[in-house]
């Protein structure tokens, strides 16, 4: 059964250093999402990204935050400049449309911890 | 009022029994309702989507009721591997899923 992946599984960051999380989506799915989770918290959208552009951020998503699909397979979330609250888990997810009863799958996520 | 509210649990039940969780969301405009499962630390895994009035998948059933905004995930017979904490997530029709803080079950022997 065709999974999201992510790398690194955990990422260690000192405050102020750029960190980039790499997914690789389900083949054919086009659209792109990232979401993180605060320990202990609830599951909070960060953006969405369809045929090489944002087609919705949330407030979370400011100016350190940014997207990427460098290639045909993998998408990226580059944080520039992380801060204490960045730590998180992180999570890729894909679908293959949007909409009503777009289904998202998960990757297993990035554990981003930041000191 | 929060946009997709859960009780928090826990749900401590034996094993072979019949558990309910609620879900009430605010947005009258949501379009699409979905169950998730989640363990610890783990990412969210898609168990059920909530189409018109509800459906059934197995053990599991999900109800949706529209009127009142709110959904329901039945599990019937559950099993130790059941314990897990149950995501009542919505969608508005654009891309953005919107998660609920989650229930969480505990099936014991």
């Known amino acids: 059964e065709p999974e999201v992946t992510q790398t690194p599984s955990h990422q260690v960051t000192q405050m102020g250093q750029e960190v980039i999380l790499r997914c690789v989506p389900i083949?054919?799915?086009?659209?792109f999402y990232w979401y993180r989770q605060i320990l202990g918290q609830k599951v909070e959208f960060l953006v969405s990204f369809y045929n090489n552009e944002i087609s919705e951020k949330s407030e979370i998503f400011d100016d350190q935050f940014s997207v990427e699909r460098p290639d045909g397979s993998n998408f990226t979330l580059k944080i520039r400049s992380t801060k204490l609250e960045d730590s998180a888990m992180y999570f890729c997810?894909?679908?293959?449309?949007?909409?009503?009863?777009?289904?998202?799958?998960f990757g297993p996520g990035t554990r981003l911890t930041v000191t | 009022r929060k946009e997709v509210e859960q009780d928090p649990g826990p749900f401590n039940v034996p094993e072979g029994a019949t558990v309910a969780f609620n879900c009430t969301y605010s947005n009258s405009a949501s379009q699409s309702f979905f169950w998730y499962r989640q363990d610890c630390r783990k990412e969210p895994k898609l168990l059920m989507s909530?189409?018109?009035s509800g459906n059934e998948d197995g053990r599991f059933t999900a109800q949706l009721n529209r009127a009142s905004q709110y959904i329901s995930l039945l599990i019937r017979d559950s099993k130790l591997s059941d314990s897990a904490t149950y995501l009542c997530v919505v969608s508005g029709g654009g891309n953005k899923l919107t998660f609920g803080t989650g229930t969480q079950l505990k099936v014991e022997l």
């Open positions: 909530v189409y018109s």
């Open positions: 083949s054919n799915h086009l659209y």
């Open positions: 997810a894909s679908s293959t449309r949007q909409g009503q009863f777009s289904e998202q799958y």
